[in-house]
């Protein structure tokens, strides 16, 4: 337990009767009530510390607990929370807990006692704290003053007090294998590590200055470093879950961000672009694709109509967008107070929402981002085309009407004595035919009067005249079945085939693709006289048949598979509906002239999207398609959101504001705006972004940060190494106007950085994982710097830094994605998962 | 970066220079090898046995006997006639299509499909009120497997592995033996080992996949393999020699030396042909159905993981969703008759086999079996279909063996088997049952990340001692 200088922070103006008659009806009358009813949840030695509020010391009740105030105020027994709960007054904290409630004399004491002034005797301060309240070091102010004003200053003095020094300096040859690979991840070549080590020689100063303005002002660097921040805002081209779809129009947010490295671009800029890139730029892809930043993450798109389910998918989509930005930016696990106020940190549940507020118009989802000029010029292209394809069009309809009238006409007409097809079975005899095979050319289906594609069929039987009659159509008799389907499954090749429909079982389908002919070559030369075909599968239940049924065909044979003869046809039965009795007269009617108008003006209009298509299409970018909520947001109450609380503004979270400006929008604001308001809180006097900023880059820089858990600066995280150093470094990113660069640079050429990695035993038995740096700490190598290294020493690393394919990759600023052959890509959802919490 | 004009002397110069100049002590930190780690108290099993059946294997079609069902089929299901769940809308009850029947001492009613199993309910002790928090596959999935419905959170195999190590150091300590189909819904995140050492996630391996890039290639021949190990060996010694006291690079050492050993041993525990025929035969490994016969050799693989000491074994039966439910998996939504009778028989046999099979070798002595699934099936039928859809609030997971007792039944669904009804159970009691047998309290095995300690069973669980022995 981390025990911090909480106690005692809160303890002015408070009156204390000090009087022996007070202490004595203290000690009388109220100490061994709260022993007996109150210890046991409140006091240092409880098993587990309930509200955070201690009651075994006057300093407990002083600092009060989760309410945030002392839970007595001396002389005001009814404004006294602790006696309010006593008296059953506080919705939800009677008190004692789970038990019965006191004496009514024991609580008039209790009234009596604090009339008194409270006197309390016990002295002590509060149990070492459990948690963080809003002194939490990371809550503060950045510093102004400091000690030293260089890095190495603040290195050497903390390893002086520890009895340790720094290593002395790395050779050259180590050192531009080190700064390589941090700066842009790669490795030097051998001619880069001669010139280095002899221009080292001559000046090792003016070498390593020159060296590291070479390696930052390379392209590779914005690769390296991106790839980095890829990772803390959990970059991922797959939206994970169940289906884990390839994300491949995310590339833009990758090159972007890669862009903005290499520019230097401020980075309070690149964080208000990321929260709010489509509303500051709209109409500048390179600014909108920013915003990209919100929808990057994983999220459920699975289809799913329990209406709970929705609301919990929806729920949980937020949620990553709000701990990510909070993880990323705040360095906060505000992802905790989901459910309950934060059990560590002081973050209310209300904040959660808050965050919730301002994301809650995100919605996951690609649109157009582009410039207006793009937009002129593709509306220049198109236009006259979709004017010519209106033209055709209307040709064609007016051709139908006429067509249709005439068919409708017909259809009113026609006397269609013989039953409905039922899709239970459905038979037609004929005269004995001599066939050695047997073709079913299917015109439409119980869904589509104009097609049977997509129908289904379960089973088809074509039986000889006998006797005895037998199902000819048969696999198991030698005949086979051919016809497309219009269902795949990756690795069962067999799955949905025509083979299904005469397989003898009821069980599964043929899926009819197109053209829908189902062709069934038998053993042998037969005489048929009868067909049936079924779409039911089984008797479970009432509504038996699965999909579309066939309704309207022609049974033709053949001897050689070449020349058809019908012999039966669904004419003359009852039309499935109206528009089916229609569709089958115009098939009838229709002439061979009408026939190739119909064509021929099909084919223009075919000719027209040709050329449509042929025209670059303005390109989308999975940047989200943000939209206005309908409701205000509520706290969910427990983390249900099927139990909405008190509804909650887009505004800024509590735990931050004695030391930032707040902020409160109106329920209904703009989406947009409410997301720019939290961005431009984020990087106004926050004092927190450019802290953790601040420690990101040194984390980067020598493998661990000042804090070594860069995402939580909380209560459970850990406490900076070095704090001063910290702020320091925040401060000095504040002073080059929030560039990375300048502050790299003093990094990579602080004695700290450059000295060796050399291993001391005496800085080891100190401190073993080198937090204080009495040496540089050696690294493993990333995978990215492994696969780089190899491609560049075997000369194959391409020199873009930039691709449009999810597939591959010329430096990786991602881990290419592996299809497998059977299943979906995991790799990049994998790699981005590593931060997530709770 | 341009091509560079290299000599592979250069090349192997460049890449050395490259990794070892920045990697090395850092690479020889706190790593793989898994030595064997003391339980909190006396374990009653060592190791596990998971057989998972992906796709919301219907309780009320295999374990759960509903006999109201039969009842009151095509009937509406009182008070939610109109019921919209993951698919869209229900219709009516609908009774199961397969009769069930009493079966063992215990006269456990068991579903017909399942002929074989049968003959193990007196061993088996059901958990008929499990819960889930989500009735989608891919979250359900890593539910059943992690705690948590999302990615990024370690596998009970892994937090074993961690907990409790290796028994063999010649072979992995979590294998996931997947099934010919394909991997399980969201596929490695059921065996991965989230913010764990990488070294406690599953090696997947299969009777139709071995273990990859494990064979030395043809070309390099055996002796030259060999000194290339050895020289290897010497100048780490070298190294370790000049930092005495680093027991860590004596770890990393031994790393090496476990794989090579791997080499040998996982194509002599995954050679089946050393099996003798009535056991093949027992397994169903020559089926003339395919799936059912590489389930079956994955079943007897198994057996010879578990025989050589492997911690944790993840054995799938089925794979993910497909593009029409129900054909790769138990996710019978549209044709439940069809679904089944492919999926179940090739599940008896094999499975009954395994469980057969180890009980008579003694290996549930130490080895605790656990079958689940993600979630259950409704008991009406989804509207316009003979399937049933998700239903993430009824299900039945099993255990068996190691300290397990047998022919019992905990907690149950409602008369219709929609809701669990008594003794609701969840994900978390199930691991903290799973630990509490594995001698492991399921509070005390936690894992410090991202400022929380962090535990399979989250901050719930409750140990079913009803089915203890």
Same mark, same amino acid.
């Given at each position: 337990? =981390?025990?911090?200088?909480?106690?005692?922070?809160?303890?002015?103006?408070?009156?204390?009767?000090?009087?022996?008659?007070?202490?004595?009806?203290?000690?009388?009358?109220? $100490?061994?009530?709260?022993?007996?009813?109150?210890?046991?949840?409140?006091?240092?030695?409880?098993?587990?510390?309930?509200?955070?509020?201690? @009651?075994?010391?006057?300093?407990?009740?002083?600092?009060?607990?989760? +309410?945030?105030?002392?839970?007595?105020?001396?002389?005001?027994?009814?404004?006294?929370? @602790?006696?309010?709960?006593?008296?059953?007054?506080?919705?939800?904290?009677?008190?004692?807990?789970?038990?019965?409630?006191?004496?009514?004399?024991? =609580?008039?004491?209790?009234?009596?006692?604090?009339?008194?002034?409270?006197?309390?005797?016990?002295?002590?301060?509060?149990?070492?704290?459990?948690?963080?309240?809003? +002194?939490?070091?990371?809550?503060?102010?950045?510093?102004?003053?400091?000690?030293?004003?260089?890095?190495?200053?603040?290195?050497?003095?903390?390893?002086?007090?520890?009895? @340790?020094?720094?290593?002395?300096?790395?050779?050259?040859?180590?050192?531009?294998?080190?700064?390589?690979?941090?700066?842009?991840? &790669?490795?030097?070549?051998?001619?880069?590590?001669?010139?280095?080590?002899?221009?080292?020689?001559?000046?090792?100063?003016?070498?390593?200055?020159?060296?590291?303005?070479? @390696?930052?002002?390379?392209?590779?660097?914005?690769?390296?470093?991106?790839?980095?921040?890829?990772?803390?805002?959990?970059?991922?081209?797959?939206?994970?879950?169940?289906?884990?779809?390839?994300?491949?129009?995310?590339?833009?947010? $990758?090159?972007?961000?890669?862009?903005?490295?290499?520019?230097?671009?401020?980075?309070? %800029?690149?964080?208000?672009?990321?929260?709010?890139?489509?509303?500051?730029?709209?109409?500048?892809?390179?600014?909108?694709?920013?915003?990209?930043?919100?929808?990057?993450?994983?999220?459920?798109?699975?289809?799913?109509?329990?209406?709970?389910?929705? *609301?919990?998918?929806?729920?949980?989509?937020?949620?990553?967008?709000?701990?990510?930005?909070?993880?990323?930016?705040?360095?906060?696990?505000?992802?905790?107070?989901?459910?309950?106020?934060?059990?560590?940190? #002081?973050?209310?549940?209300?904040?959660?929402?808050?965050?919730?507020?301002?994301?809650?118009?995100?919605?996951?989802?690609?649109?157009?981002?582009?410039?207006?000029?793009?937009?002129?010029?593709?509306?220049?292209?198109?236009?006259?085309?979709?004017?010519?394809?209106?033209?055709?069009?209307?040709?064609?309809?007016?051709?139908?009407?006429? =067509?249709?009238? $005439?068919?409708?006409?017909?259809?009113?007409?026609?006397?269609?004595?013989?039953?409905?097809?039922?899709?239970?079975?459905?038979?037609?005899?004929?005269?004995?035919? %001599?066939?050695?095979?047997?073709?079913?050319?299917?015109? *439409?289906?119980?869904?589509? #009067?104009?097609? *049977?594609?997509?129908?289904?069929?379960?089973?088809?039987?074509?039986?000889?005249?006998?006797?005895?009659? %037998?199902?000819?159509?048969?696999?198991?008799?030698?005949?086979?079945?051919?016809?497309?389907?219009?269902?795949?499954?990756?690795?069962?090749?067999?799955?949905?085939?025509?083979?299904?429909? =005469?397989?003898?079982?009821?069980?599964?389908?043929?899926?009819?693709?197109?053209?829908?002919? &189902?062709?069934?070559?038998?053993?042998?030369?037969?005489?048929?006289?009868?067909?049936?075909?079924?779409?039911?599968?089984?008797?479970?239940?009432?509504?038996?048949?699965q999909g579309a049924t066939p309704t309207d065909y022609d049974v033709q044979v053949s001897l050689d598979g070449r020349e058809w003869r019908t012999v039966a046809s669904s004419a003359g039965r009852q039309p499935w509906s109206v528009a089916h009795g229609i569709e089958r007269q115009r098939r009838e009617i229709l002439t061979p002239a009408e026939r190739r108008q119909l064509a021929a003006v099909n084919a223009r209009i075919a000719a027209v999207d040709r050329e449509l298509k042929a025209v670059p299409p303005l390109r989308e970018v999975f940047v989200g398609k943000p939209a206005q909520p309908q409701e205000p947001t509520y706290v969910h109450q427990g983390g249900d959101p099927m139990k909405p609380g008190q509804p909650v503004a887009p505004s800024s979270p509590a735990v931050l504001d004695r030391v930032t400006a707040p902020y409160a929008l109106p329920a209904d604001a703009p989406e947009g705006e409410r997301r720019h308001a939290l961005a431009r809180w984020l990087v106004a006097d926050n004092p927190l972004p450019p802290r953790v900023l601040a420690n990101r880059v040194w984390q980067y820089h020598f493998g661990t940060g000042i804090v070594d858990t860069p995402s939580d600066f909380g209560f459970q995280g850990g406490l900076p190494s070095h704090p001063e150093l910290l702020d320091f470094l925040a401060r000095r990113l504040l002073a080059h106007g929030w560039r990375l660069k300048p502050l790299h640079r003093e990094i990579l050429l602080s004695d700290t950085y450059l000295q060796s990695a050399a291993f001391r035993n005496e800085g080891a038995r100190t401190d073993k994982e080198a937090r204080l740096l009495w040496r540089f700490p050696p690294r493993r190598l990333s995978a990215e710097e492994i696969r780089d290294t190899l491609l560049v020493v075997a000369g194959r690393a391409s020199g873009s830094t930039s691709s449009r394919k999810t597939t591959s990759a010329p430096i990786s600023p991602w881990i290419p994605m592996v299809r497998k052959p059977t299943g979906a890509p995991f790799t990049t959802r994998m790699r981005a998962q590593a931060s997530w919490t709770c | 970066m341009t091509g560079l004009d290299h000599t592979r002397r250069a090349f192997l110069g460049d890449m050395t220079k490259g990794m070892a100049g920045v990697a090395l002590s850092r690479l020889l930190v706190r790593d793989l090898v898994a030595t064997p780690r003391t339980p909190h108290f006396p374990p009653k099993a060592k190791q596990v046995l998971q057989i998972f059946c992906p796709g919301g294997a219907s309780h009320v079609d295999l374990w759960d006997y509903k006999p109201m069902l039969e009842k009151y089929h095509g009937t509406p299901l009182p008070g939610a006639a109109t019921e919209v769940t993951f698919q869209g809308k229900n219709g009516n009850l609908m009774r199961s299509p397969w009769a069930f029947r009493p079966a063992g001492q215990s006269g456990k009613m068991i579903s017909s499909l399942l002929p074989r199993m049968a003959a193990h309910v007196d061993d088996i002790a059901f958990i008929h009120s499990m819960t889930s928090r989500t009735n989608t596959h891919g979250p359900g999935c890593i539910a059943m497997n992690t705690g948590f419905p999302r990615e990024g959170f370690p596998s009970a195999g892994s937090w074993v592995s961690y907990a409790l190590g290796s028994l063999n150091e010649n072979l992995p300590t979590y294998v996931a033996v997947q099934d010919l189909r394909g991997e399980p819904p969201n596929g490695k995140a059921n065996w991965g080992n989230g913010f764990l050492p990488a070294q406690y996630q599953a090696v997947a391996l299969a009777a139709h996949q071995p273990l990859r890039n494990l064979a030395r290639p043809a070309s390099v021949d055996p002796a030259a393999e060999q000194a290339t190990r050895d020289f290897l060996h010497a100048i780490n010694a070298e190294h370790a020699g000049a930092r005495p006291g680093s027991d860590e690079l004596q770890a990393r050492m031994s790393a090496y030396e476990l794989a090579a050993k791997m080499q040998l041993a996982a194509p002599d525990v995954s050679d089946l042909a050393r099996e003798p025929g009535h056991v093949h035969a027992l397994y169903g490994t020559n089926d003339a159905n395919a799936l059912k016969a590489a389930y079956a050799r994955n079943c007897l693989l198994s057996r010879r993981l578990l025989e050589k000491g492997v911690r944790y074994v993840s054995l799938y039966c089925a794979s993910r969703a497909s593009a029409v439910d129900g054909l790769l998996n138990w996710d019978a939504h549209k044709t439940l008759k069809a679904d089944y009778e492919r999926h179940a028989p090739i599940f008896d046999q094999p499975t009954a086999a395994l469980l057969a099979d180890l009980k008579q070798r003694g290996l549930l002595q130490d080895v605790l079996v656990i079958w689940c699934s993600e979630f259950g099936r409704m008991p009406t039928h989804q509207e316009g279909t003979a399937g049933r859809d998700h239903n993430p609030d009824a299900f039945t997971t099993w255990m068996m063996g190691a300290g397990v007792k047998g022919g019992v039944s905990h907690g149950a669904t409602d008369e219709f088997g929609r809701r669990s009804a008594v003794d609701v159970t969840t994900v978390y009691d199930f691991y903290a049952t799973v630990l509490r047998l594995l001698g492991l309290e399921h509070e005390k095995l936690t894992y410090y990340h991202n400022g929380a300690n962090r535990r399979l069973t989250d901050v719930h669980g409750h140990v079913i001692d009803r089915i203890l022995a």
């Open positions: 337990m =981390i025990a911090t200088a909480l106690a005692g922070l809160v303890n002015g103006g408070v009156a204390r009767s000090a009087d022996a008659a007070g202490i004595a009806f203290f000690e009388q009358k109220i $100490r061994p009530v709260l022993a007996e009813h109150c210890y046991g949840c409140h006091s240092a030695a409880a098993k587990k510390l309930k509200g955070n509020l201690y @009651l075994d010391t006057r300093a407990g009740w002083e600092k009060g607990g989760d +309410s945030g105030a002392a839970v007595i105020v001396p002389g005001q027994p009814d404004k006294s929370l @602790l006696l309010r709960t006593l008296r059953h007054a506080e919705d939800g904290l009677e008190m004692p807990a789970q038990a019965d409630k006191l004496p009514d004399a024991v =609580i008039a004491d209790f009234a009596t006692w604090i009339r008194l002034g409270a006197p309390d005797p016990r002295e002590g301060q509060v149990a070492g704290a459990r948690r963080a309240d809003k +002194s939490w070091w990371s809550l503060q102010p950045l510093r102004r003053e400091f000690a030293h004003d260089r890095i190495d200053g603040f290195i050497t003095a903390r390893l002086a007090e520890a009895g @340790l020094a720094l290593n002395p300096p790395a050779d050259p040859r180590a050192l531009i294998r080190r700064m390589s690979y941090d700066v842009i991840g &790669l490795p030097p070549s051998p001619a880069e590590v001669e010139a280095f080590a002899a221009a080292h020689r001559a000046s090792p100063r003016g070498a390593t200055e020159a060296l590291v303005d070479r @390696l930052l002002a390379s392209p590779h660097y914005g690769e390296r470093w991106g790839r980095h921040w890829l990772d803390v805002v959990r970059f991922g081209e797959s939206n994970g879950f169940e289906r884990n779809v390839i994300i491949d129009d995310l590339w833009p947010f $990758r090159d972007y961000v890669i862009r903005s490295f290499n520019d230097d671009k401020p980075f309070d %800029r690149f964080i208000v672009e990321h929260l709010a890139g489509d509303v500051i730029g709209a109409g500048d892809p390179a600014v909108e694709v920013g915003s990209a930043f919100l929808v990057a993450g994983p999220y459920d798109d699975v289809g799913n109509q329990d209406a709970v389910a929705q *609301a919990n998918i929806r729920a949980a989509t937020l949620d990553d967008v709000i701990t990510a930005t909070s993880g990323a930016f705040l360095g906060l696990t505000v992802a905790c107070a989901r459910c309950h106020h934060h059990k560590f940190d #002081p973050i209310p549940t209300e904040d959660y929402y808050r965050l919730r507020a301002a994301f809650e118009g995100v919605n996951h989802g690609r649109r157009v981002v582009s410039t207006p000029e793009e937009r002129a010029a593709f509306a220049a292209a198109t236009a006259p085309l979709n004017e010519r394809r209106a033209a055709l069009v209307a040709e064609r309809d007016a051709l139908e009407r006429e =067509i249709t009238a $005439r068919a409708k006409a017909a259809a009113a007409a026609a006397a269609n004595p013989r039953p409905k097809i039922s899709p239970e079975g459905t038979e037609e005899r004929f005269e004995p035919a %001599r066939a050695r095979h047997v073709r079913f050319v299917m015109h *439409a289906s119980t869904a589509n #009067p104009k097609a *049977a594609t997509n129908a289904r069929l379960v089973e088809f039987e074509v039986w000889s005249a006998g006797p005895p009659a %037998r199902n000819v159509a048969l696999a198991a008799n030698g005949a086979r079945a051919e016809g497309a389907k219009s269902a795949t499954a990756e690795d069962f090749p067999e799955a949905y085939g025509p083979q299904l429909a =005469i397989d003898g079982r009821f069980g599964e389908q043929w899926f009819v693709g197109n053209p829908a002919v &189902l062709t069934v070559t038998l053993a042998r030369e037969e005489t048929v006289e009868r067909i049936t075909y079924r779409n039911a599968k089984d008797e479970m239940i009432e509504d038996k048949a | -």
